[in-house]
């Protein structure tokens, strides 16, 4: 057996849930088919009313028509950590449709970026050759052209999520839109600084391979700069040495750069190294504006040495994609994007947006996590 041949069978007998009945099913030959009908959330400070509103409105327009059987799969990069909230929503909603699907989750420990391309590429094919009619799909970048391609000239409707593959035939993508998160975050960071001059450092990355981290960081720097800083962007690394490697960069700069540092933004998962730094630095001053909502920034939260961080809303991108694959199914592309308007930029992209929580609204934000069962 050849290498490759034991990676898809690693990844593909991963599957983490399945949902064959649900709301859509009948109780009895001849009975009329139950509609779909959501869990309902509780509303609070932090709820994306908009969201909620329009899939609500989806919901609807479903109901109107008969419910009809359908196979999908959605296919994530990982299974655990960010992605653990997206896993229970997709689940979620493929129960509440009544559909037959799986989330196929963690890529196999290992292996590098090459070998993960190629093995969620054969996941691809696996559930096409398994008949699913739609696909939800985060992929590792623009460069999964053929195979996302190959599945849609088969007849099946690819909805990305998180990251996109924009120049494929793919109906939709789901996710937060970087350029507008990264503005969000400038915006942020801008509101706690002194006046200009001064500089600013964003743990960011303007590699032009990674379009989505790139388009995040050069928005917000473009906020800051318009404001009259200096801006320094250490490229964020996730190496073995990568944390080491940063947080002696960022405090170096720190400590030498002229104008002074006047505030620190962090734009991905790890941008507790801010604060990392700001310490060995011996600045503790300076505000620390962070992204996502990894444990080690929550803490730095608590402790008032990063003042806000910004969140994907991961669990509604996990939710979202089922049902824009039962409406394309159901109600036709065109259909649901009408609904999906308020939602939707250059009429392509559904921008699930960011949330803005404040350090001290850390405990309202987890209750609010907490109650549509989306905390990491």
């Known amino acids: 057996m050849t290498r490759n041949a034991r990676w898809g069978m690693t990844a593909l007998a991963l599957t983490l849930s399945t949902a064959a009945c649900g709301s859509g099913d009948a109780s009895d030959e001849g009975s009329k088919p139950a509609p779909i009908r959501r869990i309902s959330t509780s509303s609070n400070e932090f709820t994306p009313m908009e969201l909620e509103v329009t899939i609500d409105r989806l919901v609807t327009e479903l109901n109107r028509r008969p419910s009809r059987p359908m196979q999908m799969a959605i296919l994530l990069k990982e299974a655990s950590g960010f992605?653990?909230?997206?896993v229970k929503a997709a689940t979620?909603?493929?129960?509440e449709l009544g559909v037959l699907g799986s989330?196929?989750?963690?890529?196999?420990?290992?292996?590098?970026?090459?070998e993960r391309v190629e093995l969620q590429n054969r996941q691809i094919e696996q559930v096409v050759a398994d008949g699913a009619e739609g696909l939800g799909l985060a992929p590792f970048n623009n460069v999964?052209?053929?195979a996302v391609d190959d599945a849609i000239a088969r007849g099946v409707h690819v909805v990305t999520l998180d990251t996109d593959v924009p120049t494929t035939r793919r109906s939709l993508h789901v996710g937060t839109l970087d350029i507008a998160a990264g503005r969000t975050a400038g915006e942020t960071l801008l509101a706690m600084l002194p006046p200009a001059p001064g500089t600013v450092i964003l743990h960011g990355s303007e590699d032009t391979e990674w379009v989505n981290g790139m388009e995040r960081t050069l928005s917000a720097r473009e906020v800051l700069e318009a404001a009259g800083y200096e801006v320094l962007v250490r490229q964020a690394t996730w190496t073995s040495t990568g944390e080491a490697e940063d947080v002696e960069w960022m405090?170096?700069?720190?400590?030498?750069?002229?104008p002074p540092v006047v505030g620190m933004l962090g734009l991905f998962n790890i941008s507790y190294r801010c604060a990392m730094a700001a310490e060995a630095a011996s600045k503790l001053d300076i505000p620390i504006v962070a992204f996502d909502f990894d444990p080690k920034t929550v803490d730095y939260m608590r402790q008032g040495r990063i003042q806000a961080t910004h969140i994907q809303r991961q669990y509604y991108?996990?939710?979202l994609v089922p049902y824009i694959l039962y409406g394309i199914n159901s109600i036709g592309l065109e259909a649901t994007k009408q609904i999906l308007i308020p939602l939707l930029v250059d009429g392509s992209r559904v921008n699930t947006g960011v949330d803005v929580?404040?350090?001290?609204k850390i405990d309202a934000y987890n209750d609010f996590l907490g109650s549509i069962d989306a905390n990491q």
């Open 144 to 146: 999964q052209t053929a």
């Open 317 to 319: 991108q996990g939710y």
């Open 357 to 360: 929580v404040p350090a001290d």
């Open 83 to 86: 992605w653990s909230p997206v």
């Open 103 to 114: 989330v196929i989750g963690p890529i196999a420990e290992g292996a590098d970026d090459e």
């Open 92 to 95: 979620r909603a493929m129960g």
């Open 251 to 258: 405090q170096a700069r720190l400590g030498s750069a002229d």
